[in-house]
Structures are given as structure tokens and as C-alpha cells.
């Protein structure tokens, strides 16, 4: 069975810093998708970024980029230059591939200060 | 592109009472679609997968004679929660996954419908 841990319910970082939210899983497929999912307060959930687990290559979308360490299951999100849009909460998520089931992790709410 | 809607976006009814959730892909088709379920704070738990033409597979502890699912076409599966009560007051969440898609998997999300039972 799949599960996926973020360990920090809530982070709270100033505006233009760099704040890294983690997230761990367990998995026995070899082949396999994560997923960081934004989920602002309207609700509407938005895909931030994606790893493919046979890419070595860590993912970055401009100011979000992953580290990614599929030996230790890992997959934390850092964000750069934080930005108040920012402010959200924050899901990891996990698909076996050829699955389209997505398992998701707690989330961490982030508050972005100014 | 790639847009998802939920029709209503918010609801209350009485207890006893049966609501239906439409989750409609805009401007793709659909052959499965995914409902989920999240209370406040909390994590998306999916409820069941919603086939095209088939049955839907409900996840462990889902109910499937309350919580039921069609999915009639390629761009519509609706969720009926029947003879509702204010346990079943949350949030619910649609996502589709194109038909023919294959890149990294993707699914698209709905806005969410929030239902209240009184």
C-alpha cells in the first residue's frame, strides 16, 4: 500500500525567503509519480509540480523546485523568493504508474508574512 | 484547457434528503473520474473511481448504497449522496483524468462542491 507523510502541519515563513516542506512515502512499485499539490483558500487545487520516479534529474517550475531522493523515499518541495500568493496549504501526493489513483499526504499550511 | 466544473458549488439541505453533485471536463473527455472527500483541515480522501460506462470502484469504508456514482458520458459523472445527515456535511472534490492522456498521469481538479446537511 502506498502512504505519504508530511511531517509539518503548518510553516510560516517572511515574504522573499526560502521555505522547503517535506514529505516522505512508501511505496513497493518501482515505477511511480509525485505529485506537490496547492491548495489555496478558494479551494481549488493546482498542481505545482511533478517527479517522475525514474528521473534521477530533480524538478523544478520556476521559483518551486523538488528534491527528490528515492532511496530515502523523499520528495520535499522548496519554494524561493516566497511570495504572498504563496500563502496555502500544501499537499504531497503520490500515483503508481499505470494507476491513476492519487494518495496524498496531510498537508502543511503555509502562511507567507509580510 | 483542461477545466473542470461542479455543479453546485455549494449546498445545504435537511437531513433525510438526498443531494446530487454534478462534476462535469469542459473541454476534454473524461473516462475516469475521481471523487474525494475532505472534512476542514484535513487531507483529500478518495471515495470511489468513477468509469465511463461501468461501475464505480468505492475505496475501503465508502458506503456505495449512500454515496452513488454515475458516470454516464465522457464529460460527466455525478455523485448522489442519498438520505444525507450532518456527519456527511464536507467538502467534495472531482478530478478527471483525460482520455488518451498518458503524460505523467494527470488529473484535473474541480472546484469543489460544500455540502451542508442540517
Known amino acids: 500500500a502506498q502512504t505519504v507523510t508530511q511531517s509539518q502541519p503548518e510553516m510560516s515563513v517572511q515574504e522573499a525567503e526560502t521555505v522547503t516542506l517535506s514529505c516522505t512515502y512508501d511505496?513497493?512499485?518501482?515505477?511511480?509519480?509525485l505529485f506537490w499539490y496547492k491548495q489555496p483558500p478558494s479551494r481549488q487545487m493546482i498542481l505545482v509540480i511533478r517527479?517522475?520516479?525514474?528521473?534521477?534529474q530533480n524538478a523544478t517550475e520556476n521559483r518551486f523546485s523538488v528534491n527528490f531522493q528515492k532511496a530515502a523515499k523523499s520528495f520535499s518541495l522548496k519554494i524561493s523568493d516566497s511570495q504572498l500568493g504563496d500563502t496555502a496549504m500544501y499537499f504531497c501526493a503520490s500515483q503508481i504508474q499505470g494507476a491513476q489513483k492519487l494518495v496524498f499526504g496531510q498537508g502543511t499550511r503555509l502562511t507567507i508574512n509580510p | 484547457g483542461a477545466v473542470v466544473s461542479q455543479h453546485p458549488s455549494w449546498v445545504i439541505c435537511k437531513s433525510g434528503t438526498s443531494v446530487k453533485i454534478e462534476c462535469r471536463s469542459l473541454?476534454?473527455?473524461?473516462?475516469?473520474m475521481f471523487w474525494y472527500r475532505q472534512f476542514p483541515k484535513q487531507s483529500l480522501m478518495l471515495m470511489a473511481t468513477?468509469?465511463?460506462?461501468?461501475?464505480?470502484?468505492?475505496e475501503q469504508g465508502v458506503e456505495k448504497d449512500k454515496f452513488l456514482i454515475n458516470h454516464a458520458s465522457l464529460t460527466l459523472s455525478t455523485l448522489t449522496v442519498t438520505s444525507a445527515h450532518p456527519e456527511d456535511s464536507s467538502f467534495y472534490i472531482c478530478?478527471?483524468?483525460?482520455?488518451?492522456?498518458?503524460?505523467?498521469?494527470?488529473?484535473?481538479f474541480g472546484p469543489g462542491t460544500r455540502l451542508t446537511v442540517l
Open positions: 468513477s468509469n465511463e460506462g461501468s461501475k464505480a470502484t468505492y
Open positions: 478530478s478527471a483524468h483525460p482520455r488518451g492522456l498518458r503524460v505523467h498521469n494527470e488529473q484535473f
Open positions: 517527479q517522475e520516479a525514474y528521473k534521477q
Open positions: 473541454d476534454f473527455q473524461a473516462t475516469t
Open positions: 511505496t513497493s512499485e518501482n515505477n511511480y509519480y
